[in-house]
């Protein structure tokens, strides 16, 4: 395999992931299914990286050492760093095109947009799973409390201690 696929293997699953140990599926499977790492390898480097200090996600940069050497871990390294960066590009670019009309319009279209996947993702579980009337009656209460603004945490809160007294 070249250094290039290589690269794009760990990029493309740390680009996928929230971080952490989210790029493990992809990676293992990835790594795995090319034969350029052991599922051993995957527990050692996982091992590296809760002894060692710093953010969970650093394992990733073991695991390349332990798959291509020095170039390997270089190249993981690399890969973990791109996306923070890709975060703070857009944030500078969003700060200057931020208050353009057109902006401001294409994000209320993603919104709704996200919005739109959401409902259509919730009534399949809903058509599959069917209806319970207390989670519709939380879900409902969580609604109004968004839309008055009250606090997403203190939402999640509540809706906890709810469902707990409910049991």
């Known amino acids: 395999m070249d250094w290039l696929t290589y690269f794009l293997i760990f990029l493309k699953s740390v680009l996928t992931s929230t971080g952490g ?14 034969g350029r790492a052991t599922d051993a390898q995957f527990a050692e480097a996982l091992a590296v990286g809760q002894v060692s200090p710093g953010p969970n996600g ?3 940069v073991a695991l390349g050492y332990m ?4 170039i390997g871990a270089a190249l993981a390294l690399v890969a973990v760093t791109v996306p923070p960066l890709l975060v703070l590009f857009v944030q500078r670019v ?3 095109v931020g208050p353009h009309p ?9 919104a709704l947009a996200i919005a ?25 209460l969580g609604f109004v409390l968004a839309w008055r603004r009250v606090p997403v945490l203190i939402i999640v809160a509540a809706a906890a201690l709810v469902a707990i007294a409910l049991g």
């Open 21 to 34: 140990f989210g790029p493990l599926p992809s990676l293992h499977t990835d790594l795995i299914g090319l």
């Open 102 to 110: 057109l902006t401001r319009g294409f994000l209320s279209g993603l």
């Open 94 to 96: 969003f700060r200057r």
């Open 67 to 70: 798959t291509g050497g020095g």
């Open 116 to 140: 739109g996947v959401g409902v259509v993702t919730l009534s399949r579980i809903v058509g599959q799973q069917g209806i319970d009337l207390r989670a519709a009656i939380l879900v409902a």
């Open 58 to 60: 650093l394992w990733v």
